[in-house]
């Protein structure tokens, strides 16, 4: 069945690059509609359907828009974290209504989101999720950074994946490992909470390039070398774990809950996206 919320239900905070005030409104939506997002900012409310072909190419984060004659006419920027928790939550059909040109950074994890969906809950709707099973290995990057899949095994009934972290250059991260089933109970207590980081070193060059001025240790895990600045961890893992976060918010743009077993190296967004591209090319060929 597909489903949608019962109730529209709404969130405030700041963007976590551009910094503006923002009100995110999460609404009902029709069969068959699938996840849109609307900028109510803007006098004519332009309408973005959540699709790997509206993907914009900005670094460290997910954006979609809309573009005609090279120019982006409507854009939406750090998308993935609400992605995550819509298909966390099973939501087929949602139009969100956001009042500026990015997402909120909230606690930088999906949590807040899984919980206001939970707040108001969610209804059936008639029609069928799009369900696929993966019929061939996929792999995209290098030797170095790679994502790829296999076919399930007969037994499979969800998606697992394998992630691989390895920051040798931070030693409070280090190296990290965390494997999960693509499971509503999984993906909203083990993945969901897992928040966005960064090294100090990191976060001082995006604040010095006049981003991310707003942004506290409380929207962004900060690793100093020696520990998490002003913060605990939720998880030993939880890097590998936000890395599955948006793999997981990244592959629901393709609109399906694919079956398959994936293994992530040092993956980011341009390898999710990269991948669900291949897998959405090889079930075009299976129905040609």
């Not at 209504?97 to 108001?120: C, F, K, M, T």
């Not at 609109?255 to 980011?268: K, Q």
Request: aromatic share 6%; net charge negative.
């Amino acid at each position: 069945m597909q489903k949608t919320l019962n109730k529209p239900v709404s969130l405030e905070g700041f963007g976590f690059w551009r910094c503006d005030d923002v009100v995110v409104t999460l609404t009902p939506a029709d069969p068959d509609t699938g996840v849109v997002f609307i900028r109510d900012d803007i006098p004519s409310a332009p309408k973005i359907p959540a699709r790997l072909e509206n993907r914009m190419t900005v670094e460290r984060r997910t954006s979609l828009g809309i573009q005609n004659d090279g120019k982006t006419i409507v854009q939406v920027d750090m998308v993935e974290h609400l992605m995550a928790a819509l298909f966390a939550a099973g939501i087929t059909n949602c139009c969100v209504r956001v009042n500026s040109q990015e997402l909120p950074a909230l606690d930088g994890s999906a949590l807040p989101y899984v919980d206001a969906i939970n707040s108001v809950g969610t209804v059936e709707q008639p029609g069928e999720r799009k369900r696929i099973r993966v019929t061939q290995s996929i792999r995209v990057g290098t030797d170095k950074s790679y994502l790829e899949v296999e076919p399930p095994k007969p037994e499979d009934l969800t998606s697992t994946i394998c992630y691989e972290l390895d920051y040798p250059h931070c030693s409070d991260i280090g190296k990290q490992v965390f494997s999960a089933e693509f499971v509503p109970d999984v993906l909203q207590k083990e993945i969901a909470p897992a928040r966005t980081f960064a090294t100090q070193d990191e976060a001082k060059v995006l604040q010095s390039a006049g981003l991310c001025q707003r942004v506290s240790p409380q929207n962004c895990l900060v690793f100093t070398g020696t520990g998490v600045l002003e913060n605990q961890l939720r998880f030993p893992n939880e890097c590998a774990r936000h890395k599955v976060l948006d793999f997981t918010g990244d592959l629901y743009l393709g609109g399906i809950e694919w079956t398959g077993r994936f293994h992530g190296v040092g993956s980011g967004h341009a390898l999710n996206c990269q991948l669900l591209e291949k897998l959405l090319q090889s079930v075009t060929r299976r129905q040609e």
